[in-house]
């Protein structure tokens, strides 16, 4: 897991968060061209306690998408300043 962080970009603890979060949500089973991923796309269970990641599954099919949703624009944009924050709300945008 750590190798796969490492060539996708991701923080260990990150990605260990994230397989902890879908566990909560109950464990989904992923068929991807015939082979089943358990939890996150790309994660392949051996056996009990091994697991395997197929790196380009997981970047294309998890990975990818979560990086191109948009963000949540209720929460104000923070701009640094010198010493001075700024803070941006989007919500004028949005009402034109």
């Not at 190798?3 to 979060?21: D, I, M, W």
Request: aromatic fraction near 12%.
């Amino acid at each position: 897991m750590k190798r796969l962080c490492h060539e996708c970009g991701l923080a260990y603890k990150s990605l260990e968060a994230e397989v902890t979060r879908a566990k909560a949500k109950g464990i989904e089973i992923v068929d991807i061209e015939g082979v089943k991923y358990s939890v996150l796309p790309g994660r392949l269970k051996l056996n009990k306690r091994t697991y395997v990641w197929n790196a380009e599954v997981f970047y294309f099919y998890w990975l990818l998408p979560l990086s191109q949703q948009t963000l949540n624009s209720d929460r104000p944009l923070q701009i640094r300043s010198g010493n001075t924050v700024f803070y941006k709300t989007m919500l004028n945008e949005r009402s034109n």
